[in-house]
């Protein structure tokens, strides 16, 4: 035991001995140091992302919980018996980014998919053997086959729109430089940002008094919206989209101090009457200010000299825009317009188009 002790304490704390110390001058004790609070950090930040898999990933409790609703006939649809019977539908690499809501990548009859399964949604009293699945919208991944409230959607191979992310866990250690000049390396050549950004605001002008209603992106992140192999813009995640009509509803009578307490999701912010101490139904930020935020960096970092200038001073028009779009239309769709023909311009009759 004590051979033991004198191993780890050697290993620990004594790395070199005095004898290989001396005949190498160039390592000193500082470096020594670093490199062990090297080696702690990068072990901290493992044991916490894989501390926190097993939280965040629980694709066996939706499959668990969407099979025995199906066995039980209170569920149904084309994705079901692959799913619990022939077990080819197949939940593979873990992409959750909260318990609640599970997405993995998955295999389904040798294709590549998405899985998505809302597990709150899973267990509601109402779901119905011949409830449908939710309509496509344009720009969005492709709706492949449902079971209940579990969605397989098309595999998009660009999740972000620079092409690449920082994963989670490394977010926080990496300072605000580190992230631009990863997502610079990373990201499409100009001319295919343009395109991948026209598309995105194709997405708020359908959204917005669209085919079914009106929708409020209340999540402006670069995780939400990506591209695939064409450089066609797609909307990765529709958690973080809401409809006008639940928007309303949870501000309707809403008790507030001041506008942060009247906040949908992490940015559908409306404004707090502070005599009557309720929330308002207007929306202090619109959904092109928030995309035109996004679309700022991703457009002016390699733009053409000639453009540059002109880009910049829309984008800055359109990110000051304030207030529901229903009551100034008309300059809304002129700046969204303007920065589309802006771009348009540039691309339209090169490969890139």
């Given at each position: 035991?004590?051979?033991?002790?004198?191993?780890?304490?050697?290993?620990?704390?004594?790395?070199?001995?005095?004898?290989?110390?001396?005949?190498?001058?160039?390592?000193?004790?500082?470096?020594?140091?670093?490199?062990?609070?090297?080696?702690?950090?990068?072990?901290?930040?493992?044991?916490?992302?894989?501390?926190?898999?097993?939280?965040?990933?629980?694709?066996?409790?939706?499959?668990?919980?969407?099979?025995?609703?199906?066995?039980?006939?209170?569920?149904?649809?084309?994705?079901?018996?692959?799913?619990?019977?022939?077990?080819?539908?197949?939940?593979?690499?873990?992409?959750?980014?909260?318990?609640?809501?599970?997405?993995?990548?998955?295999?389904?009859?040798?294709?590549?998919?998405?899985?998505?399964?809302?597990?709150?949604?899973?267990?509601?009293?109402?779901?119905?053997?011949?409830?449908?699945?939710?309509?496509?919208?344009?720009?969005?991944?492709?709706?492949?086959?449902?079971?209940?409230?579990?969605?397989?959607?098309?595999?998009?191979?660009?999740?972000?729109?620079?092409?690449?992310?920082?994963?989670?866990?490394?977010?926080?250690?990496?300072?605000?430089?580190?992230?631009?000049?990863?997502?610079?390396?990373?990201?499409?050549?100009?001319?295919?940002?343009?395109?991948?950004?026209?598309?995105?605001?194709?997405?708020?002008?359908?959204?917005?008094?669209?085919?079914?209603?009106?929708?409020?992106?209340?999540?402006?992140?670069?995780?939400?919206?990506?591209?695939?192999?064409?450089?066609?813009?797609?909307?990765?995640?529709?958690?973080?989209?809401?409809?006008?009509?639940?928007?309303?509803?949870?501000?309707?009578?809403?008790?507030c101090e001041q506008n942060g307490d009247c906040t949908y999701g992490r940015d559908c912010t409306?404004?707090?009457?502070?005599?009557?101490?309720?929330?308002?139904?207007?929306?202090?930020?619109?959904?092109?200010?928030?995309?035109?935020?996004?679309?700022?960096?991703?457009?002016?970092?390699?733009?053409?000299?000639?453009?540059?200038?002109?880009?910049?001073?829309?984008?800055?028009?359109?990110?000051?825009?304030?207030?529901?779009?229903?009551?100034?239309?008309?300059?809304?769709?002129?700046?969204?317009?303007?920065?589309?023909?802006?771009?348009?311009?540039?691309?339209?009759?090169?490969?890139?188009?």
């Amino acid at each position: 035991m004590r051979r033991i002790r004198r191993l780890v304490h050697l290993v620990l704390f004594c790395p070199f001995s005095k004898g290989l110390q001396g005949r190498l001058p160039g390592i000193k004790v500082k470096y020594l140091l670093v490199v062990w609070l090297g080696i702690f950090v990068g072990s901290w930040v493992a044991y916490m992302h894989y501390s926190s898999y097993s939280e965040l990933c629980r694709g066996h409790v939706c499959r668990m919980i969407i099979c025995d609703q199906y066995k039980k006939g209170i569920i149904s649809g084309s994705t079901c018996k692959d799913l619990c019977e022939e077990r080819s539908l197949l939940f593979q690499h873990c992409l959750s980014s909260s318990p609640s809501q599970q997405v993995y990548r998955g295999l389904w009859r040798d294709r590549e998919v998405i899985i998505k399964c809302g597990i709150g949604e899973a267990l509601r009293a109402d779901s119905r053997p011949d409830s449908v699945p939710r309509r496509d919208v344009e720009h969005t991944a492709k709706l492949l086959g449902h079971c209940g409230d579990l969605y397989v959607t098309e595999k998009i191979p660009h999740t972000s729109l620079y092409g690449v992310d920082v994963p989670p866990f490394l977010q926080s250690l990496l300072p605000s430089i580190g992230h631009q000049l990863i997502h610079q390396w990373f990201a499409p050549a100009w001319p295919r940002r343009a395109k991948i950004a026209i598309g995105l605001l194709e997405f708020v002008e359908e959204i917005f008094h669209g085919t079914y209603g009106s929708f409020y992106i209340c999540e402006s992140s670069l995780r939400n919206v990506g591209y695939n192999d064409k450089y066609d813009f797609k909307m990765v995640n529709l958690h973080k989209v809401a409809t006008e009509m639940t928007i309303r509803g949870f501000l309707k009578g809403r008790h507030c101090e001041q506008n942060g307490d009247c906040t949908y999701g992490r940015d559908c912010t409306a404004t707090c009457d502070k005599l009557l101490k309720q929330c308002k139904s207007d929306m202090v930020q619109p959904n092109l200010a928030k995309v035109c935020g996004l679309l700022q960096d991703y457009l002016l970092y390699g733009a053409p000299l000639e453009l540059k200038e002109e880009l910049q001073k829309q984008l800055r028009t359109c990110m000051t825009l304030s207030g529901l779009a229903s009551q100034m239309e008309v300059h809304h769709s002129l700046v969204l317009n303007n920065l589309k023909t802006l771009l348009w311009k540039k691309i339209s009759n090169t490969k890139y188009s």
